[in-house]
């Protein structure tokens, strides 16, 4: 394991659990890498303002940090007329949330994207002038027109790239379905936006679609929940923005090099929420692929790497792969901040060989658990409900062995537990649509191995 560090900036590490040993002949090798960034996130390593205590709690997101917040104002909003309200309060709690000298935005959403502050394709840097500025501007957001979410990240995109920052960050709130733009518009909107900066994606109410929100976020390496009641975007957009506030290195990517006859089968992260990775890879020289992780602050995230490497004879040893933390630098050349190794030793030792490492087992079971919801969830929508409670009695019991109470309580909305151990479920008759929607939102998330 290696460390980077530096003044004023995170230290990242990382760590690498697996059962390095195969049966003669064996060839997939799975492993665990831990990857954690601590030191940063909280002030960044910066002293902090004297004359503003009240924002002590918060991360520096530092000067050089970008923020757009875009909230949907497609004529729905105005269903209840609170809704609106609330999302005007909780735009204004997100801004005020904002540390002085980071840059930011507020764009109106509907069947196109409008500048509501500060305007001029530009964006504000925040003090405490522009934070009022900024919040009396809200004013002027009032619910009418459609919904066309590629037009929202593409205003998005063109005013963080106007500014010279390197953390970039995007909040979205919709309420309904992107009806206004195709799904190859928006898909075309995401790709264009991936790599340029992350965003959160939150759908407030029942009437939009999940997967439209939940991809949004996983395109752009973010985070998707549901705000059932209005009432809480409020409490969420200030987290939000805390959060955010808190990232201090951008555009990191996982570097996996793998020797000759060596290939990564899949890339994947399991904690804190589960991200498929594979197809995301860039190469990066010969026999190595990037895979994008985003921006990082005080935190520590889990990936799952499984890498097919030669059939062997027993006592044969060798480098799976490399695991790298890398960051780019502005002249093109990248920044190792932290490495680790997957190995593969062959050995007749059938207990060694066969055992499975605790991590992987975990989070193989979580990866199935977020994939048996989902599917779970589709059969009960397509009618097939001896599917769905196969599948979601699978989900209850994988929930209940790995500790993943959250979970657990959510499934408990659907269905009624007979026993969880055994994943003896019945299907709940009538089903409240927050409830069903805040299971499948939040089915990726995962909780850590039980130490």
């Given at each position: 394991m290696a460390n980077f560090s530096k003044s004023n900036a995170p230290e990242f590490s990382v760590e690498v659990y697996q059962n390095e040993y195969l049966p003669e002949g064996g060839r997939e090798v799975n492993a665990i890498v831990t990857v954690a960034s601590t030191g940063g996130g909280t002030t960044g390593g910066m002293p902090l303002p004297a004359a503003d205590p009240a924002r002590a709690r918060f991360g520096s997101g530092g000067p050089d940090a970008g923020v757009v917040i875009m909230v949907d104002c497609s004529g729905s909003m105005d269903y209840p007329p609170t809704k609106m309200r609330n999302a005007r309060d909780a735009t204004a709690a997100a801004i005020e949330t904002?540390?002085?000298?980071?840059?930011?935005?507020?764009?109106?959403?509907?069947?196109?994207?409008?500048?509501?502050?500060?305007?001029?394709?530009?964006?504000?840097?925040?003090?405490?002038?522009?934070?009022?500025?900024?919040?009396?501007a809200l004013?002027?957001?009032?619910?009418?027109?459609?919904?066309?979410i590629g037009t929202w990240l593409r205003l998005a995109d063109k005013l963080l790239g106007s500014a010279e920052v390197a953390i970039r960050h995007g909040i979205l709130l919709t309420d309904g379905r992107n009806e206004h733009e195709s799904?190859?518009?928006?898909?075309?909107?995401?790709?264009?936006?991936?790599?340029?900066?992350?965003?959160?994606?939150?759908?407030?109410?029942?009437?939009?679609?999940?997967?439209?929100?939940?991809?949004?976020?996983?395109?752009?390496?973010?985070?998707?929940?549901?705000?059932a009641d209005p009432a809480g975007l409020a409490a969420d957009f200030t987290q939000m923005m805390e959060t955010a506030m808190g990232k201090e290195v951008a555009d990191v990517a996982l570097r996996l090099w793998t020797p000759q006859g060596s290939t990564i089968k899949f890339v994947k992260q399991v904690a804190p929420t589960v991200e498929e990775l594979t197809e995301r890879r860039t190469e990066a020289g010969p026999r190595a692929g990037d895979y994008p992780t985003g921006s990082w602050g005080d935190e520590s995230r889990d990936y799952h790497v499984c890498v097919e490497v030669p059939p062997a004879s027993v006592g044969q040893e060798m480098l799976a792969a490399r695991v790298s933390l890398i960051l780019p630098q502005p002249d093109g050349s990248a920044q190792t901040l932290s490495q680790g190794l997957i190995r593969a030793v062959w050995t007749d030792d059938m207990a060694a060989s066969t055992r499975i490492n605790a991590q992987v087992a975990h989070y193989t079971g979580q990866a199935e658990l977020a994939q048996v919801i989902q599917q779970g969830l589709e059969d009960r929508k397509a009618g097939d409900m001896d599917g769905a409670t196969a599948k979601l009695g699978r989900a209850v019991q994988l929930a209940s062995a790995s500790g993943n109470a959250d979970t657990a309580k959510l499934?408990?909305?659907?269905?009624?537990?007979?026993?969880?151990?055994?994943?003896t479920v019945r299907l709940k008759a009538k089903v409240a649509e927050a409830d069903e929607m805040t299971l499948e939102t939040r089915s990726t998330k995962t909780v850590r191995v039980k130490k």
């Open positions: 904002v540390r002085d000298g980071v840059a930011f935005a507020v764009v109106a959403g509907t069947h196109v994207a409008r500048e509501v502050y500060p305007g001029g394709g530009r964006l504000a840097v925040a003090d405490a002038s522009t934070r009022t500025e900024a919040k009396e004013r002027k957001l009032s619910a009418g027109g459609g919904t066309a799904p190859e518009d928006l898909r075309a909107s995401l790709d264009a936006c991936a790599g340029r900066f992350t965003c959160d994606a939150r759908g407030v109410g029942t009437d939009w679609e999940v997967k439209e929100v939940t991809g949004i976020a996983s395109a752009l390496l973010g985070t998707a929940d549901i705000v499934l408990s909305k659907v269905v009624d537990v007979v026993d969880a151990a055994s994943g």
